[in-house]
C-alpha cells in the first residue's frame, strides 16, 4: 500500500484536522529528506555558498563598478541559499505545530 493509500484511508472529523495532519506530514517529510544523502548534500552547499557569498562580499570595494555587479550576484547566491535552509525550517516547524495542534484536537475529542 502506497502513502497515498494510506492516507486517503484515514479518516478525519474536521478539514482543520485533516489539513493539520498533511501539514504534519509535509514537516516530517522535510526532516527526512534532510537526514538523506541529497539533503545532507544541498543543506551543505546552502550553508558553504551563504558563507561564501557573505564572505566574497565583505571583500567587495562597493565603489568598483565592477565589484557592484559582483556584489549583485553574490546578494542573490547569499539571498537563495538562505531562502532554501528558511523553506525547509519553516516547513518543520509548521509541520511540528500541526503535530501538536492534531493532537489537540484528537484530545478535545475524546
Known amino acids: 500500500m502506497s502513502d497515498k493509500d494510506s492516507f486517503e484511508d484515514l479518516q478525519f472529523t474536521s478539514e482543520s484536522q485533516r489539513n493539520y495532519f498533511i501539514e504534519a506530514r509535509l514537516g516530517q517529510?522535510?526532516?527526512?529528506?534532510?537526514?538523506?544523502?541529497v539533503g545532507k548534500l544541498?543543506?551543505?552547499?546552502a550553508i558553504?555558498?551563504?558563507?561564501?557569498?557573505?564572505q566574497g562580499m565583505c571583500e567587495l570595494d562597493i565603489d568598483?563598478?565592477?565589484?557592484?555587479?559582483?556584489?549583485?550576484t553574490?546578494?542573490?547566491?547569499?539571498?537563495?541559499?538562505?531562502q532554501f535552509m528558511s523553506?525547509?525550517?519553516?516547513?518543520?516547524?509548521?509541520?511540528?505545530?500541526?503535530?501538536q495542534l492534531v493532537s489537540e484536537l484528537q484530545e478535545n475529542e475524546a
Open 48 to 54: 558553504k555558498q551563504y558563507e561564501d557569498a557573505k
Open 29 to 37: 517529510a522535510v526532516e527526512d529528506f534532510l537526514h538523506s544523502d
Open 64 to 72: 568598483s563598478q565592477v565589484d557592484q555587479g559582483v556584489y549583485k
Open 42 to 45: 544541498l543543506h551543505h552547499r
Open 87 to 99: 523553506w525547509c525550517a519553516e516547513a518543520i516547524q509548521n509541520g511540528q505545530t500541526s503535530e
Open 74 to 82: 553574490l546578494k542573490f547566491q547569499l539571498k537563495l541559499a538562505d
